[in-house]
């Protein structure tokens, strides 16, 4: 519910269980699609269904007859939901008066219906019809001076087709400028390890967690952000493998689980513990973890006992000597300072990994959301390294990735530096030079909105200017726009903070079907672990006006490009002449993808680190170094405490499903702070107190939330965390990764202010 006092209660009980099957229940009926949502979860990652539209996590091949979570039901009874946003609707009120309601009531209202412009005269969006949408945006581009004044943005929700047409498009237009929501997530796994082991991806499939020996969850909240994943660790954990979770924050389910689809357990309400090491690690210390663990195994080599695959190095390798030296350097008190643990802990979680003849390393967020979070991902790539952990059944590199398609739109070509040898089989294929020098990033694409060198914004799904950083200069910036679209199923602020005009294009959902001419079309996804599969939607669209994402791209590109040489038309019926095209741009992977896809399991693309085989320049695994034991700069300021921006358990991203976060025991209130008793009471402060805070910015602008709760949780000191997206103005536009672009947004330096 919205509104109700809030609320603050320890959550004591396992995580997942009867819980979680109560929230499944609630959240439809709120939705009021009981019976329709129903009938939809169970098509939902079955072959011949579609794909969950909430995370990136694979499928367990079939093996169960519900294959969906709380959470991914949360995402499907929001996108089927009863409720519509109408032309109706957006008459009774302007876009100011929208302004003022919240994120949360903006996603409550329902599914988008119909394509709507912005009429400035009365402050409203006003029903436009598609021929006359199209054609505003085919003049804007049209009349740009460069190509490059257009930025195009992709949200990870896009199929490959949409995102493939989309690419070539962009390119045939002109320009790379590629913003993604990529770039404030995974772009360190992207830009971090390819140096490393030639693949920005993960490495492991799921049959993986059957036989690891150990698997290390860092910066990662499963229970909310990948629950199915949580089926893995369940099954790991019975069968006696470690797990160890390094978190700030101890999450509730990486603590203690009820499996939902377990019978006896639900029955029983029985329960399993998870995490058999839960490694409480200050925020921004897993530099410092990872160091200390690779000094013990360092130390114990030089006292003779043989811990490393020293096969495996001297095979694959290059580079053990220069983080040899670096990690004997490094001073366990200073280890022990940086990380916030102890340094028995630091000798424990090395013990289980030497143990471990197999072991697999999931991240999320908390391990690319820092200023140097891609070199942090090559640490944690050469802790594998030392054991031989890639290329072995029960072993690699896991990026749990965050949206259901944002893997597969990056594979397509959704890339702001796209590398040399696809462009030249874009041009070899479509017959147009692509343009070559790179495009701008998500951060880059504010700073040009800024200076006025981007003209217009089109949104591919997403809601930009909630996920950026810097939110009240990022909204100044996209208000400076000549023309600002937002393709989107639901409503959100993305689409009230827009340009001089502006359109909202409303879209057919994942769970939906794509009837064309040529009848039933289907959609590919790839997941985390880089499975290729067919999704078909089981519903009827929200409304007959809502349109395909392919066909809006192809309809774009026919607006912007009359002379193109891309025969966009045909591709808005058939969709396997656009996966024919694909194959096409990337034959070593995609080759007879129109056959491959038949397989209802669809197919897996090859991750050459599988087979220890390295596309790195030297054709080897590389241990890359990063000196010290800090992943973002120090600050030297007594009061300053460390952010991380975090999700709760009831929002997807940018959306919000409610204003509770049931692990975390918070209820009707978004707007906290979780930090230490210590810390609390430092400040002559207590829990519940009001509080801002300001960041500790070196820019010279004044950054400030108003209005948190201080609540007394078990967060490390000097480390505090509270909810994205209300936070972000206290994430300035530049603090981030220099390599991939992402923002910092788990290390935000801050203090706190009196009310
Ligand atoms: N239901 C649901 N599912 C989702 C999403 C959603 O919003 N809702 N979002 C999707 C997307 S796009 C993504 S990217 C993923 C995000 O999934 P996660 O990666 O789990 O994202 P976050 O909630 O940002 O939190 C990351 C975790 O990092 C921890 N952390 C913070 N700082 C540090 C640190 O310095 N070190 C360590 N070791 N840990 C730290 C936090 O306490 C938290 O547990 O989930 C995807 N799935
Ligand atoms: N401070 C802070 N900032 C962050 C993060 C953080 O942890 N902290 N996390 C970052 C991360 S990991 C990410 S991925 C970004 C997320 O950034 P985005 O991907 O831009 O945001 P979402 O909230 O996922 O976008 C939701 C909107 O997508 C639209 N949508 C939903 N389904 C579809 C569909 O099928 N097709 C189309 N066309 N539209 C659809 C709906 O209109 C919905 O309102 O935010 C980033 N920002
Ligand atoms: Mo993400």
Sequence with gaps: MADGKPRYKIYDHPAGGWGAAAATAKVLMEQSVITKGSRALLAMNQPGGFKCPSC???????????????????????????????????????????????????????????????????????????????????????????????????????PNEAAFLYAIFVREFGTNNFPDCSNMCHEPTSRGLPPAIGVGKGTVVLADFEHAEAIFVIGQNTGTNSPRMMTNLVEARKRGAPIVAVNPMPERALIRFTEPQDVIQMATFGSTPIASEFVHIRIGGDLALIKGMMKVMFEREAAGEAVLDHDFIAEHTVGIEAIRADAMAQDWAEIVRVSGLDEAQIRRCAEIYIRSRATIICYGMGLTQHQQGSRLLQQVSNLLLLRGNYGKPGAGIAPIRGHSNVQGDRTVGIDEKPAQDYLDRVRDVFGFEPPREHGHHAVESVAAMENGTAKVFIGMGGNFVRAIPDTERSYAAMRKLALTVGIATKLNRGHLVHGRDALILPVVARSEWIRTALGEQFVTIE????????????????????????EIVCRMAMAALPSSKVPWASYIDDYDLIRDKIAEVYPEIYTGFSERIKNPKGFHLDIPPRRRVW???????????????????????????????????????????????????????????????????????????????????TDGLERRVDGLTILDYPMPRGAVAGYYPELNPLLPLDYYDRISGTPAAKSIPVRIIAA
């Excluded at 985390?528 to 994402?549: D, F, H, I, K």
């Excluded at 034991?629 to 499903?657: G, K």
């Excluded at 009471?681 to 300001?694: T, V, W, Y």
């Design 56 to 158: 990136a996590f694979p499928d367990a091949d079939c093996k169960k007859t519900l294959e969906f979570c709380e959470n991914g039901a949360k995402a499907l009874a929001h996108e089927a939901t009863r409720f519509r946003v109408t032309p109706e609707f957006f008459q009774k009120y302007t876009v100011t008066e929208l302004m003022e309601q919240s994120d949360y009531w903006l996603e409550m209202q329902g599914r988008l219906t119909e394509p709507m412009r912005y009429d400035a005269a009365s402050d409203t969006y006003v029903p436009c019809g598609w021929a006359e949408a199209f054609s505003m945006i085919g003049r804007h581009l049209r009349s740009l001076s460069s190509p490059h004044e257009a930025e195009f943005y992709t949200s990870g929700r896009t």
């Design 615 to 697: 596309p790195t320049e030297n054709g080897k695994a590389n241990f890359l170094p990063l000196p010290g034991l800090e992943v973002n700069d120090v600050v030297d300021d007594p009061a300053m405490l460390r952010l991380a921006t975090v999700r709760s358990h009831d929002q997807f991203n940018t959306t919000i499903y409610s204003n509770n976060d049931r692990y975390r025991g918070v209820y009707n209130d978004r707007m906290v702070l979780f930090m230490n008793a210590g810390d609390i009471a430092a400040r002559g402060l207590a829990s519940g107190a009001r509080i801002a805070l300001e960041t500790i910015s």
């Design 527 to 550: 997941d985390a672990m880089s499975n290729v599969t067919a999704s078909r939607g089981v519903l009827a669209p929200a409304s007959p006006y809502v349109m395909p994402e392919v």
